[in-house]
């Protein structure tokens, strides 16, 4: 399963951004799926997460701000950021809990990660 991020970008503080994660391969089901992101010096942490059937969950920096979704049809999630601040400023990972059409195990899956920068 590969899972290529994009629509990370400069952005004023203030500003919208919306990120958009696309899975793909040999896809037999995806569970949850979720954004994490890095800020320079720091560690990996969870942003948003939604589940198969459509619940939600999100970091306190973030609720109210931030909105996941996904098209299960399409594999595909997204994040709108508003309300962008400078400490968003981070490298935003998809991430998914898949099952292959050849191993029913869950395994985690990762993006490459795309930069977004909020700018005062």
């Known amino acids: 399963v590969q899972l290529q991020a994009s629509g990370g970008g400069l952005v004023q503080a203030g500003g919208s951004l919306r990120l958009s994660c696309a899975a793909s391969?040999?896809?037999?089901?995806?569970?949850?799926m979720a954004w994490y992101r890095r800020a320079p010096g720091l560690q990996r942490d969870l942003v948003a997460v939604?589940?198969?059937?459509?619940?939600?969950n999100y970091a306190d920096s973030v609720k109210g701000r931030f909105t996941i979704s996904r098209d299960n049809a399409k594999n595909t999630m997204f994040l709108q950021m508003n309300s962008l601040k400078p400490e968003d400023t981070a490298v935003y990972y998809c991430n998914a809990l898949a099952k292959t059409r050849y191993d029913v195990r869950s395994t985690n899956y990762w993006g490459q990660g795309t930069e977004v920068t909020v700018s005062s």
């Open positions: 391969g040999s896809i037999f089901s995806i569970n949850a």
């Open positions: 939604i589940t198969s059937g459509g619940s939600t």
